[in-house]
């Protein structure tokens, strides 16, 4: 499988291991009015004494889990609650720790649950008991698997390597009687290592909150530079150190309020982390930026765990992902190790937003031509056109007939423009150098038509913020990128590659020998392998969308999840 931990010490506060195994089926048996109360709750879906009363999405697994020919309790025996039952709610009240909320799991409602529970012969208790743990169990199972909101809209059950298990066999099976329930489990979360990570960095984030003043540093008149007076040394320095950007012990003169040496390096490394310009300067964007308080990005931390979690658990070959807030691309190996990153410009937040999908690259084409999308053709070039008709030359553009030949490619007369604006004819720019694509494409095809590309604006990757296309990724240097795509195609090394692209023929495809998956994902906080975490802009909103989807509580639906149709756009150039 690709991007299995073999070792992760996440889960920082210890889940007791039950004593004693709790064989599946010697549960407590139900008289016949405790039977009754119990097919009445499964039959309407609804169990008034959860904080979600609701769970029509599970009704039919809660249903087959509780199937037989005598309904019986499952998490509860000899009057009491099993050990299982005391670990996981354990687990409930520590959801936190998992980007979750505890009280989807009815955190809060245990401590009544169990003093009615321990020592009665109610039955009505214990059914009561019985079903909450049930339910909460699988969403919280759900949950930690795929997500509450996955908008790849994954198939009911547990998803394990890729194959699908139903929610009512994994919780026979594997946690009703499960000899250590926190390493039954972890069985059920990502493997990917970025998720891992994640999670020790909402915990680091979630141990600040506990050591920060919440002290908010003055807004500076005018940027302040390395060798001027800043008001507030004092709580810069503390923050930073707090947050790891100043290592702890450096010698910082408090009293002189001068900002200078190691304080400026710790102001680049988080304007690094932080998508910023690394200028060192102290600004209204950077104050503003440190002054976030620790809780917001801990619920930053939470969301991009989430959309880990909507991330296929394998793949037939290492991966291709791209992070739109992060504008970087990733290409990984067999292990799970990152071989190369890039930086990539992606679609403007307004207009042209990058979309979010997983799909499959499937070939390159070397000096390409660009086939101008209508909407651009409608919006950009004709009106451009109109005012120079005679331009279309020096911007190396071709107005091409439905049979593919150029009917223009110096001037357009009238009636040319009057076939492009019927839609008879369409724009295409030249291959070459001054190319909008560049010299290569990574096509996987898809019906945004969005792709990976060069550029003819290598300028604009100097730039911290780069959400400046009409929806495609542009690639800073896309050699060694294609070079990897191509790694399966005998023969294409990366001398090979740039041959290709500063050759003199065009529109060369080359078909990968094995297609590679591709990811387009949204995550504002990113981690790389050193375990440096990054908090990025919530460019396109979709955090603010997530989280307030998130907020409606169970039953949750993937349509109140707008993200995907959010990010749909036009192509780029």
Known sequence: ML?????????????????????????????????NQLQKIIDTGVDADLRWPDFTPNKTDVA????????????????QPTPQAIAYITMFRQAA??????????????????????????????????????????????????????????????????????????????LE????????????????????????????VTTMMGQDSGELLPLPKRPVISGQTYSSISRLAALLTLIGDLPSGTSVDLKSNIYSGPLVDAVKRYQLRHGLNQDGKLTTEVINDLNVPLSHRALQAGLALERWRWVPHAFAEPPVIVNVPEFKVRAYDASGHATLFKSVIVGKAYGHKTPLFENTIKYVVFRPYWEVPPSIQRSEIIPHMRRDAKDISRMRLEIVAPDGNA????????????????????????????????????????????????????????????????????????????????????????????????GNTDNV?????????????????????????????????FDSDLQAALGKGYPYKTSTQTEAANSRSEVDR
């Open 177 to 204: 009687s499960a000899a250590d329930p926190a390493a039954a489990i972890k069985t059920l979360e990502p493997p990917w290592p970025g998720y891992w990570r994640m999670l020790d960095g909402l915990h680091r």
């Open 3 to 35: 991007l299995i931990v073999t070792s992760c010490n996440v889960g920082h506060l210890p889940v007791p291991k039950p004593k004693s195994r709790l064989a599946a089926g010697v549960a407590q048996q139900l008289t016949s009015a405790d039977r």
């Open 64 to 79: 087959s889990f509780y199937e037989g020919p005598a309904l019986r309790l499952a998490w509860v025996n000899n009057n």
């Open 509 to 541: 495809t080359v078909h990968l020998a094995k297609p590679i998956p591709v990811l387009i994902l949204y995550s504002t906080v990113a981690t790389d392998e050193d375990g440096h975490t990054y908090f990025l802009n919530d460019i396109y909103g």
């Open 407 to 502: 009917v223009a490619n110096g001037s357009a007369t009238p009636a040319v423009l009057a076939g492009l604006r019927s839609g008879r004819y369409h724009v295409r720019q030249r291959p070459g150098p001054e190319n909008s694509l560049g010299l290569v494409k990574i096509i996987f095809p898809n019906p945004d038509n969005i792709y990976l590309h060069g550029t003819d604006a290598p300028n604009l990757f100097s730039l911290s913020r780069r959400d400046l296309s009409h929806g495609c990724i542009r690639v800073e240097d896309p050699a060694d990128l294609v070079t990897w795509v191509l790694r399966n195609n005998e023969g294409w090394d990366l001398q090979r590659v740039k041959a290709a692209m500063d």
């Open 97 to 174: 720790e998992k980007g979750l909320d505890p009280e989807d799991y009815d955190a809060s409602r245990w401590d009544a649950r169990l003093s009615a529970v321990k020592g009665t012969t109610a039955g009505s208790d214990q059914v009561r008991f019985d079903v909450a743990m049930t339910v909460s169990l699988m969403r919280y199972a759900r949950a930690l698997n795929v997500g509450r909101l996955n908008p790849n809209d994954p198939a009911p059950g547990i998803n394990l390597a890729g194959a699908i298990v139903p929610l009512a066999t994994f919780l026979h099976e594997k």
